[in-house]
């Protein structure tokens, strides 16, 4: 792909966006088309961009923008999905739309108005899943545990599931984003939070599997252990991450039923040093796992063994890491763009400082790296 390792910070772009507000959502792109969300002095919008670096809309989708925990984040970190036709946003409000690339809008859906109030502490942060003609979401919250499939063209409910949890207090609450898994054999959604990974049939949302043991019942339970890292996959494995610094596991697609107390569906089990919020990465038999503070580990994907574990740089790490051209890129909160050579040997190839807070994943596309930061949405490359 010929992407850039090292560049010249803001000045080594080939463009620079002003955003008119932050946002955590990951920017997507369409042939010539990139769109993301953003807040804008209250309000929540929907904006779409070439990529030469030009606006093309600004929708304003909803009010009701609030901060979370001080810099954390807001109500714009859902990232969009799209077909090449239409793109759907979510907010964390949990208001949802269907626009098409005209910015037009096609549909919207309160869903606290149709399913009730979302109690939960810092908002909706979970990307829904578009396949065909399918969104899925999930939704877990106070009270509340369930799967959504709805009809994309229409936002029309295709079924609900409801997901039985023992979760109490904040964790209940489940901030990661499902994951779609196939391969040869298996087809199904994967949902993370209430102390539980589930899979479920895309029929109906019926559950094929659940794994508990990320958050101690017996002795050493947690009621502040709420999930926001997503579990990912490759053929053959799942790999689920907990919170603050709890286990991940290696899972086998082949689990059936609830796999908690017994080695069945298991491949391995890493005891501690989970991810808080950057998700894992799955790539030629690694997994690779950044810390939020900036510590990156390598495991074995069969074994689960580590490899290495160094510590890149102290700070604070908010985005997941995403692989690219051989090499791994990540990205601190304070807008430094990390650059680790891919494989089993660690090397640093370059720190790419931005000068603007960034809690963004980076998005690769025709050759261009997208950096999205609370300022302003930057294109690097050729």
Same mark, same amino acid.
């Given at each position: 792909?010929?992407?850039?390792?090292?560049?010249?910070?803001?000045?080594?772009?080939?463009?620079?966006?002003?955003? +008119?507000?932050?946002?955590?959502?990951?920017?997507?792109?369409?042939?010539?088309?990139?769109?993301?969300? =953003?807040?804008? &002095?209250?309000?929540?919008?929907?904006?779409?961009?070439?990529?030469?670096? &030009?606006?093309?809309?600004?929708?304003?989708?909803?009010?009701?923008?609030?901060?979370?925990?001080?810099?954390?984040? #807001?109500?714009?970190?859902?990232? +969009?999905?799209?077909?090449?036709?239409?793109?759907?946003?979510?907010?964390?409000?949990?208001?949802?739309?269907?626009?098409?690339?005209?910015? &037009?809008?096609?549909?919207?859906?309160?869903?606290?108005?149709?399913?009730?109030?979302?109690?939960?502490?810092f908002g909706v942060t979970s990307t829904p899943?578009?396949?065909?003609?399918?969104?899925?979401?999930?939704?877990? $919250?106070?009270?509340?545990?369930?799967?959504?499939?709805?009809?994309?063209?229409?936002?029309?409910?295709?079924?609900?599931?409801?997901?039985?949890?023992?979760?109490?207090?904040?964790?209940?609450?489940?901030?990661?984003?499902?994951?779609? $898994?196939?391969?040869?054999?298996?087809?199904?959604?994967?949902?993370?939070?209430?102390?539980?990974?589930?899979?479920?049939?895309?029929?109906?949302?019926?559950?094929?599997?659940?794994?508990?043991?990320? #958050?101690?019942?017996?002795?050493?339970?947690?009621?502040?252990?709420?999930?926001?890292?997503?579990?990912?996959?490759?053929?053959?494995?799942?790999?689920?991450? =907990?919170?603050? &610094?709890?286990?991940?596991?290696?899972?086998?697609?082949?689990?059936?039923?609830?796999?908690?107390?017994?080695?069945?569906?298991?491949?391995?089990?890493?005891?501690?040093?989970?991810?808080?919020?950057?998700? +894992?990465?799955?790539?030629?038999?690694?997994?690779?796992?950044?810390?939020?503070?900036?510590?990156?580990?390598?495991?074995?994907?069969?074994?689960?063994?580590q490899i290495y574990r160094e510590r890149v740089?102290?700070?604070? $790490?908010?985005? =997941?890491?995403?692989?690219?051209?051989?090499?791994?890129?990540?990205?601190?909160?304070?807008?430094?763009?990390?650059?680790?050579?891919?494989?089993?040997?660690?090397?640093?190839?370059?720190?790419?400082?931005?000068?603007?807070?960034?809690?963004?994943?980076?998005?690769?596309?025709?050759?261009?790296?997208?950096?999205?930061?609370?300022?302003?949405?930057?294109?690097?490359?050729?």
């Amino acid at each position: 792909m010929g992407l850039p390792t090292e560049w010249d910070g803001p000045s080594g772009a080939r463009w620079r966006l002003e955003l +008119p507000g932050a946002g955590g959502s990951t920017p997507i792109v369409w042939n010539d088309r990139i769109f993301l969300t =953003s807040a804008e &002095k209250g309000n929540l919008v929907l904006l779409s961009a070439s990529t030469d670096g &030009k606006l093309l809309w600004k929708e304003t989708i909803s009010s009701g923008d609030q901060p979370v925990r001080g810099d954390e984040g #807001n109500m714009a970190s859902p990232s +969009p999905v799209t077909d090449g036709e239409h793109v759907w946003a979510m907010f964390g409000n949990a208001m949802l739309t269907c626009r098409d690339f005209s910015g &037009k809008e096609v549909w919207r859906a309160d869903l606290q108005e149709r399913y009730g109030k979302f109690d939960i502490a810092f908002g909706v942060t979970s990307t829904p899943i578009l396949d065909g003609d399918r969104l899925y979401l999930q939704c877990m $919250y106070t009270g509340a545990s369930y799967i959504l499939c709805l009809d994309k063209k229409t936002g029309q409910e295709i079924w609900k599931h409801t997901r039985p949890s023992d979760a109490i207090e904040e964790c209940e609450h489940s901030y990661a984003s499902p994951f779609l $898994y196939r391969d040869g054999k298996h087809e199904y959604l994967l949902a993370h939070g209430a102390d539980y990974i589930t899979a479920h049939q895309l029929s109906d949302g019926a559950e094929i599997f659940r794994c508990g043991g990320l #958050n101690g019942k017996e002795k050493a339970y947690n009621p502040t252990l709420r999930f926001v890292a997503s579990p990912v996959g490759a053929e053959g494995l799942i790999v689920v991450p =907990s919170a603050k &610094k709890g286990p991940v596991l290696g899972l086998s697609p082949d689990a059936k039923g609830n796999i908690t107390a017994s080695d069945e569906g298991h491949k391995w089990r890493l005891p501690n040093n989970t991810p808080d919020v950057p998700s +894992p990465l799955i790539h030629e038999g690694i997994v690779y796992l950044c810390s939020e503070d900036g510590v990156l580990t390598t495991l074995d994907a069969k074994s689960g063994q580590q490899i290495y574990r160094e510590r890149v740089e102290p700070g604070r $790490y908010r985005a =997941s890491p995403l692989y690219a051209d051989g090499k791994i890129y990540f990205v601190s909160r304070k807008g430094t763009v990390y650059v680790v050579q891919a494989g089993r040997e660690f090397k640093l190839l370059a720190k790419n400082e931005m000068d603007e807070e960034a809690s963004s994943s980076l998005a690769v596309a025709g050759g261009q790296i997208y950096i999205r930061t609370f300022n302003a949405l930057y294109a690097v490359g050729k």
